[in-house]
């Protein structure tokens, strides 16, 4: 039993293994000397994120050579909620199901082949090399934006609330649900939620108006209508009545937020 403790312990400490999955830094290792907690202050920039560590002399060290240190940096990465993961470390789309937990991070796969090879690795120095090396990392991870999600909505299931950790990429942005199987059923067929989806990136704040979504216009200012709870401005008071006049909140995000109109009045941020 000892012997099994004294194992877990060195594998948990090879890694920096957080006890806490969170964004902050409780329980994180320093990246240098994995049986060493990361302190804030304590930085390098590494791949638009931030890596953590001890002292200033493991610092050094990274910075002096920080691909020596790739396979521990992305990991940090992602244990630290700095990057999320949008596709399998293999290449393709995640399945349902189809995840195991690698040094404390929740790693999905697109089949069970690769879901095997990665628990059939000998220890987690070969699981982590095969999931957070420089090109698996590339293919399966991305940095997370700065999005505020409070109380955005699952476009699959409204009484719910979208959850960071589920999202998909879209339009050069992300769109994002309350669980894997409404993340799976929207990346199954985009095209058929592209009104909900294109309403969602305006209101997370990665798309902005710049225009009538209607003619394409310039808008007024004071030609407005809140359409399932975004503002979006008219032209005119003819495309106001025209939005106003649908039958329901459903009918109205059809007209301003399908593609053709969100081409028309929207931009990348």
């Known amino acids: 039993m000892k012997l099994l403790l004294s194992m877990v312990v060195v594998s948990v400490a090879w890694l920096g293994l957080a006890v806490d999955d ?10 240098v000397r994995g049986n060493v907690a990361a302190k804030a202050d304590k930085s390098s920039d590494y791949q638009k994120g931030h890596v953590y560590f001890c002292c200033g002399n493991c610092k050094a060290k990274f910075d002096a050579d920080p691909g020596k240190f790739a396979v521990k940096a992305n990991h940090q990465l992602a244990l630290t909620g700095q990057y999320v993961q949008v596709a399998s470390p293999f290449g393709g789309k995640c399945a349902e199901g189809m ?5 404390g991070v929740e790693v999905c796969f697109s089949n069970e082949k690769d879901l095997k090879k990665v628990n059939d ?3 987690l120095a070969a699981k982590a090399k095969m999931v957070f090396g420089k090109k698996a990392f590339a293919k399966a991870f991305k940095p997370k934006q700065n999005i505020d999600l ?9 009484a719910k609330n979208v959850t960071a950790k589920q999202a998909v990429d879209y339009k050069d942005g992300q769109v994002f649900f309350c669980c894997k199987r409404c993340a799976g059923k929207f990346a199954s067929d985009p095209s058929k939620f592209a009104e909900m989806a294109n309403q969602q990136l305006v209101a997370t704040g990665q798309y902005q108006q710049t225009g009538c979504p209607i003619s394409g216009g310039d808008v007024d200012d004071e030609a407005v209508v809140s359409v399932n709870g975004v503002d979006v401005k008219f ?8 939005v106003e006049s649908q039958s329901d909140d459903a009918a109205k995000a059809g007209l301003v937020f ?4 969100f081409n028309k009045g929207f931009e990348k941020k």
């Open 258 to 261: 399908s593609d053709k109109s």
């Open 99 to 103: 995840s195991t937990k690698v040094g």
């Open 235 to 242: 032209c005119c008071g003819n495309c106001v009545k025209k």
């Open 22 to 31: 969170g964004p902050d830094l409780t329980g994180v290792k320093c990246i």
């Open 150 to 158: 409070t109380g955005v909505k699952c476009m699959m299931m409204p």
């Open 121 to 123: 690795a000998p220890d």
